[in-house]
């Protein structure tokens, strides 16, 4: 890591999973002799934290910090923004682009990662992994039971690469997969073999649903009470994309009386999910949001936007741009 903070212009990263794995990200800002620092802080920012370290940088990259208005006005010398990751929802981008800061991000860095953990989740739902590890360390050997995925409907709602990845993976599952994206023409859902659908035609046939969408700010569940009422007895519901798509309360309530058969969840409305109704909800498979986290994802994540924040420092266009 280059440590030279106390200079102008430098880069702050703030996402603590920056580099995890490999220095290389690290090298992109060294080699372009570019200075960067990891905050200050060792653990994910507050707005006020984040205006304190946004104050002198002239680039930010982020994880899931809130970079609010309120950042963003506070740091006078910023130029860009660099999400180490997909989802833009923690960013305020159109204040950013009133600013006339550039925002940039990771397509396609994390798409294995996050394809492998839907499946591994979706895995241990029906097969009820986690009950199961408990009662052998706890000395119960109870044996449990669970359905098949070939030959049941997975609809995949949002369908771009993360979606086309599980597409591919239940696919090799011999499961039927239906998908929702209104912004894709017929041939990317043909090409994958999968049969395109309305979103209310998807919850109706799917023996699970598994959400691949950003999360739109301010947009209220795509997956409310209602919704989940719609979803077919005994089904499952995996969310790797973002917390604030489902209803909590309600899919807490849908496990609870039964209807649903589980859930597996890697993404929560507030991280950490403190007080969370399916903390305690039954059937649940719950996971620290870390769906992104492979080595590889790691390294790919952090070289893409270091080299795309070091562009935008030289004057050049970002390869990835949001705004
Ligand atoms: N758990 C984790 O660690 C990670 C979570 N994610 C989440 O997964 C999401 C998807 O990531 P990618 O597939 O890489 O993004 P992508 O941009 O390739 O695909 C998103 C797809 O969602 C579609 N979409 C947008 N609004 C929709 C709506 N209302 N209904 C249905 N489809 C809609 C888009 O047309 C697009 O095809 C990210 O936005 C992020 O929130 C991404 C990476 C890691
Ligand atoms: O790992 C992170 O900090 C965020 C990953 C993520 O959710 C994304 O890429 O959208």
Request: net charge negative; proline share 7%.
């Amino acid at each position: 890591m280059t440590d030279m903070s106390g200079s102008t212009g430098e880069v702050v990263v703030t996402t603590q999973s920056f580099a995890r794995y490999t220095d290389s990200p690290w090298r992109v800002f060294e080699e372009a002799r570019v200075p960067a620092r990891r905050s200050r802080f060792a653990h994910p920012l507050a707005e006020d934290e984040l205006v304190r370290e946004a104050a002198g940088a002239a680039a930010l990259v982020v994880g899931l910090d809130p970079v609010t208005a309120k950042v963003i006005g506070a740091a006078p010398s910023l130029r860009v923004i660099a999400k180490h990751g997909v989802g833009v929802d923690n960013i305020d981008v159109a204040a950013a682009r009133a600013a006339g800061i550039r925002v940039v991000n990771a397509p396609g860095a994390n798409t294995t990662a996050v394809a492998d953990m839907t499946m591994a989740l979706l895995l241990a739902a029906v097969r009820r992994i986690v009950p199961a590890h408990t009662s052998v360390v706890q000395g119960r050997w109870e044996r449990f039971f669970g359905p098949e995925l070939a030959g049941r409907t997975l609809a995949v709602i949002g369908f771009g690469r993360i979606g086309q990845a599980v597409a591919r993976r239940a696919r090799g599952f011999d499961m039927t997969v239906v998908a929702y994206d209104p912004h894709l023409p017929a041939e990317v859902f043909a090409e994958q073999g999968v049969r395109a659908a309305g979103l209310d035609e998807c919850l109706a046939a799917a023996d699970v649903v598994t959400l691949h969408l950003p999360l739109a700010p301010g947009a209220p569940p795509l997956l409310g009470r209602a919704e989940l009422a719609r979803l077919r007895p005994g089904a499952y519901l995996v969310n790797t994309a973002r917390g604030g798509l489902v209803d909590e309360a309600a899919l807490a309530e849908a496990l609870r009386d039964g209807h649903l058969a589980g859930a597996a969840v890697d993404v929560f409305a507030s991280e950490p999910p403190d007080g969370s109704p399916l903390l305690d909800a039954p059937n649940v498979v719950l996971t620290p949001h870390c769906g992104a986290f492979s080595h590889e994802a790691n390294a790919a994540m952090g070289t893409t936007v270091a080299t795309d924040v070091v562009r935008v420092l030289r004057g050049l266009p970002p390869v990835n741009p949001v705004v």
